[in-house]
Protein backbone atom coordinates (compact mmCIF):
# COMPACT_ATOMS: atom_id res chain seq x y z
CA UNK A 1 0.00 0.00 0.00
CA UNK A 2 1.03 3.18 -1.25
CA UNK A 3 1.23 6.38 1.55
CA UNK A 4 1.98 10.04 0.64
CA UNK A 5 2.12 12.43 3.42
CA UNK A 6 2.78 16.12 1.72
CA UNK A 7 4.08 19.11 3.78
CA UNK A 8 5.35 22.46 2.78
CA UNK A 9 2.07 24.43 2.68
CA UNK A 10 1.42 27.61 4.19
CA UNK A 11 0.65 31.37 3.21
CA UNK A 12 2.78 33.47 0.99
CA UNK A 13 1.79 37.03 -0.49
CA UNK A 14 2.09 37.05 -4.69
CA UNK A 15 5.60 36.97 -5.61
CA UNK A 16 6.82 34.70 -3.15
CA UNK A 17 7.84 31.11 -3.01
CA UNK A 18 6.95 27.57 -1.25
CA UNK A 19 8.48 24.52 -1.76
CA UNK A 20 6.19 21.53 -0.89
CA UNK A 21 7.34 18.28 -0.45
CA UNK A 22 5.64 14.41 -0.31
CA UNK A 23 7.34 11.49 1.60
CA UNK A 24 6.21 8.18 -0.04
CA UNK A 25 6.41 4.62 1.20
CA UNK A 26 4.92 1.51 0.39
CA UNK A 27 5.84 1.95 -3.58
CA UNK A 28 4.48 -0.84 -6.00
CA UNK A 29 5.89 -1.63 -9.39
CA UNK A 30 2.41 -0.03 -10.53
CA UNK A 31 3.31 3.16 -10.04
CA UNK A 32 4.41 5.11 -13.06
CA UNK A 33 4.27 7.96 -12.46
CA UNK A 34 3.68 10.77 -9.89
CA UNK A 35 2.16 14.07 -9.89
CA UNK A 36 1.00 17.23 -7.89
CA UNK A 37 -2.62 17.83 -8.03
CA UNK A 38 -4.79 20.79 -6.60
CA UNK A 39 -8.26 21.81 -5.44
CA UNK A 40 -9.50 25.50 -5.06
CA UNK A 41 -12.73 25.82 -3.23
CA UNK A 42 -15.94 25.03 -5.00
CA UNK A 43 -13.51 23.98 -8.01
CA UNK A 44 -13.04 20.69 -9.67
CA UNK A 45 -9.65 19.26 -8.70
CA UNK A 46 -6.57 19.95 -11.73
CA UNK A 47 -3.27 18.74 -12.41
CA UNK A 48 -0.46 21.30 -11.81
CA UNK A 49 2.79 19.06 -12.40
CA UNK A 50 3.85 15.22 -13.21
CA UNK A 51 7.15 13.46 -13.60
CA UNK A 52 7.48 9.74 -14.73
CA UNK A 53 9.15 7.34 -12.66
CA UNK A 54 10.74 5.19 -15.32
CA UNK A 55 12.84 8.35 -17.11
CA UNK A 56 12.02 11.57 -14.93
CA UNK A 57 10.61 13.17 -17.81
CA UNK A 58 7.99 16.27 -16.00
CA UNK A 59 5.13 17.37 -17.48
CA UNK A 60 3.21 21.10 -16.43
CA UNK A 61 -0.32 22.42 -16.89
CA UNK A 62 -0.19 25.40 -19.05
CA UNK A 63 -0.95 28.02 -15.97
CA UNK A 64 2.52 26.92 -13.94
CA UNK A 65 4.75 26.63 -16.99
CA UNK A 66 8.15 28.36 -16.23
CA UNK A 67 7.19 29.03 -12.48
CA UNK A 68 6.61 25.67 -10.92
CA UNK A 69 9.34 22.87 -10.91
CA UNK A 70 8.39 19.05 -10.29
CA UNK A 71 11.54 16.85 -8.92
CA UNK A 72 12.05 13.69 -7.09
CA UNK A 73 14.75 12.00 -5.18
CA UNK A 74 14.47 8.41 -5.90
CA UNK A 75 16.69 7.12 -3.34
CA UNK A 76 14.78 9.33 -0.29
CA UNK A 77 11.74 8.51 -1.63
CA UNK A 78 10.27 12.00 -1.89
CA UNK A 79 8.64 14.26 -4.37
CA UNK A 80 8.94 17.96 -4.65
CA UNK A 81 7.17 20.64 -6.09
CA UNK A 82 8.93 24.21 -5.95
CA UNK A 83 6.64 26.89 -6.37
CA UNK A 84 7.66 30.53 -7.76
CA UNK A 85 6.09 33.59 -8.64
CA UNK A 86 3.33 32.37 -7.05
CA UNK A 87 -0.18 34.13 -7.67
CA UNK A 88 -3.53 34.48 -5.63
CA UNK A 89 -4.96 31.88 -8.30
CA UNK A 90 -2.74 29.25 -6.94
CA UNK A 91 -4.40 29.14 -3.94
CA UNK A 92 -5.64 25.37 -3.72
CA UNK A 93 -5.22 22.42 -1.54
CA UNK A 94 -2.15 21.06 -2.76
CA UNK A 95 -2.43 16.97 -3.69
CA UNK A 96 0.53 14.70 -4.25
CA UNK A 97 -0.33 11.35 -6.55
CA UNK A 98 1.16 8.16 -7.12
CA UNK A 99 -0.43 6.73 -9.99
CA UNK A 100 -1.00 4.11 -11.91
CA UNK A 101 -3.88 4.73 -14.15
CA UNK A 102 -3.88 7.94 -16.59
CA UNK A 103 -1.46 9.80 -18.89
CA UNK A 104 1.14 11.33 -17.35
CA UNK A 105 1.97 13.09 -20.30
CA UNK A 106 -1.27 14.78 -20.45
CA UNK A 107 -1.11 16.62 -17.40
CA UNK A 108 -3.80 19.25 -18.02
CA UNK A 109 -5.14 18.07 -21.27
CA UNK A 110 -6.96 15.13 -19.41
CA UNK A 111 -9.39 15.67 -16.35
CA UNK A 112 -7.94 14.80 -12.80
CA UNK A 113 -11.01 12.36 -12.26
CA UNK A 114 -9.12 10.38 -15.49
CA UNK A 115 -6.05 10.04 -12.86
CA UNK A 116 -6.41 6.94 -10.65
CA UNK A 117 -3.88 5.97 -7.55
CA UNK A 118 -3.05 6.62 -4.36
CA UNK A 119 -3.31 10.56 -3.28
CA UNK A 120 -2.15 12.51 -0.07
CA UNK A 121 -4.12 14.08 2.84
CA UNK A 122 -3.42 17.23 1.27
CA UNK A 123 -1.29 21.12 2.21
CA UNK A 124 -2.89 24.10 1.98
CA UNK A 125 -1.15 26.61 0.04
CA UNK A 126 -2.72 30.56 0.47
CA UNK A 127 -1.67 33.32 -1.88
CA UNK A 128 -2.34 36.91 -0.45
CA UNK A 129 -2.07 39.72 -3.14
Known amino acids: QVQLVESGGGSVQAGGSLRLSCAAS????????MGWFRQAPGKEREGVAT????????YYVDSVKGRFTISRDSAKKMLYLQMNSLKSEDTAMYYC??????????????????????WGQGTQVTVSS
Open 97 to 118: AALYSGVCSGIGTFPAGTYLGY
Open 51 to 58: ISTTAGST
Open 26 to 33: GFSYSIYC
